[in-house]
């Protein structure tokens, strides 16, 4: 069975403070893992797509990289605007199903 | 690019009666559009997945003949609550992927709250 663990469940950080948020996972054969920014009472925002191990991508303050177990999403230089929930999903192509499975997310809190 | 919609944006309705959620790719067609449920502080839950034209797929333990899913047309998903009970209640959100081959990012709608009362 697939599984994703993200950690820390929860991360407050001051302005500029920069981290890295943790999504690990067991998989059988991965087509993907992508990485979301979902704000309360929205739908998820799609950031990032990893398709292979020491693939990085980068878009503003964040970056996601991925290895053979793990991926991370490096914040540099937070703002309080980034503070939100982001979600680590797994894609897996299983008798035909092209189906996410989620991580519990990790809820991001950035302090002026 | 790439955006979803969903109507209505919340929802209240009464224990026992019927409630349509409609998903709409805006921009571009949706071969495969998926259903997600997600309780308060929770992470999103797969519920079915539903490809244009063919029957819906559902999860292990997702009730089929209550959470009616019907994908008409490339660019419109509906699931409708039937019965809906105060357990139903829940965040709904759809999303829709791009039938580019070898692209598999889902794209998501705001979402809908059901509440039932």
């Known amino acids: 069975e697939d599984q994703v663990t993200q950690s820390p469940e929860a991360l407050r950080l001051q302005e500029g403070e920069s981290s890295s948020l943790n999504c690990s996972y067991t998989?059988?054969?991965?087509?993907?893992l992508f990485w979301y920014r979902q704000d309360p009472g929205k739908g998820p925002e799609f950031l990032f797509t990893l398709y292979s191990a020491g693939e990085e991508k980068e878009k503003e303050r964040l970056k996601a990289t991925l290895t053979k177990k793990e991926s991370f999403l490096h914040i540099t230089a937070p703002k309080p605007e980034d503070s939100a929930t982001y979600l680590c999903?797994?894609?897996?192509?299983?008798?035909?199903?092209?189906?996410?499975?989620f991580g519990s997310g990790t809820r991001l809190q950035v302090q002026p | 690019g790439a955006v979803v919609s969903q109507h209505p944006s919340w929802v209240i309705c009464k224990s026992g009666t019927s409630v349509k959620i409609e998903c709409r790719s805006l921009d571009f067609q949706a071969t495969t559009m998926f259903w997600y449920r997600q309780f308060p502080k929770q992470s999103l839950m797969l519920m079915a997945t539903?490809?244009?034209?063919?029957?819906?797929?559902?999860e292990q333990g997702v009730e089929k003949d209550k959470f009616l899913i019907n994908h008409a047309s490339l660019t419109l998903s509906t699931l409708t609550v039937t019965s809906a009970h105060p357990e139903d209640s829940s965040f709904y959100i759809c999303s829709a992927s791009t039938p580019t081959p070898g692209m598999y990012e889902q794209y998501f709608g705001p979402g809908t709250r059901l509440t039932v009362t």
């Open positions: 539903s490809n244009e034209g063919s029957k819906a797929t559902y």
């Open positions: 999903a797994v894609l897996t192509l299983d008798t035909g199903r092209r189906a996410l499975t």
């Open positions: 998989v059988s054969g991965l087509r993907g």
